[in-house]
């Protein structure tokens, strides 16, 4: 039998994000702080230190409207969250390299 996660309302709401080399740090509203790897999200992995400051806390989720990309926090913390197939890494990692390309040349 499958079981949906249980994940409360408001305990797991973000409140502010920061960076270490390797991981996004999501305080939550109860005191919890989480750390999620960095390269589950290659969008984010490689964006600047600017562009990671501009995001928007939504419900359970935290999102970077400039690099769309976002953190689904129950899929977090239920561990549901889905392995990126290569091709979409493929397809992320030629964005990445068109972006960097793009703010070198101005």
């Known amino acids: 039998?499958?079981?949906?996660?249980?994940?409360?309302?408001?305990?797991?709401?973000p409140?502010?994000?920061s960076f270490t080399d390797t991981h996004a740090m999501i305080d939550l509203a109860d005191g919890r702080i989480i750390g999620v790897p960095l390269h589950f999200f290659p969008l984010l992995e490689a964006a600047s230190d600017?562009?990671?400051q501009c995001y928007r806390l939504h419900g359970d989720s935290v999102y970077w409207e400039n690099i769309?990309?976002?953190?689904?926090?129950?899929?977090?913390?239920?561990?549901?969250?889905?392995?990126t197939p290569k091709e979409y890494t493929d397809h992320l990692k030629k964005l990445i390299a068109?972006?960097?390309?793009k703010a070198t040349a101005t």
Not at 4 to 11: G, S
Not at 68 to 83: E, F, K, P, Q, V
């Open 50 to 52: 600017e562009e990671r």
């Open 68 to 83: 769309d990309d976002g953190i689904d926090l129950t899929a977090m913390l239920s561990g549901l969250y889905l392995d």
């Open 15 to 17: 409140q502010h994000v």
């Open 1 to 13: 039998m499958y079981l949906e996660p249980v994940i409360h309302d408001t305990r797991n709401e």
């Open 98 to 101: 068109e972006r960097k390309a």
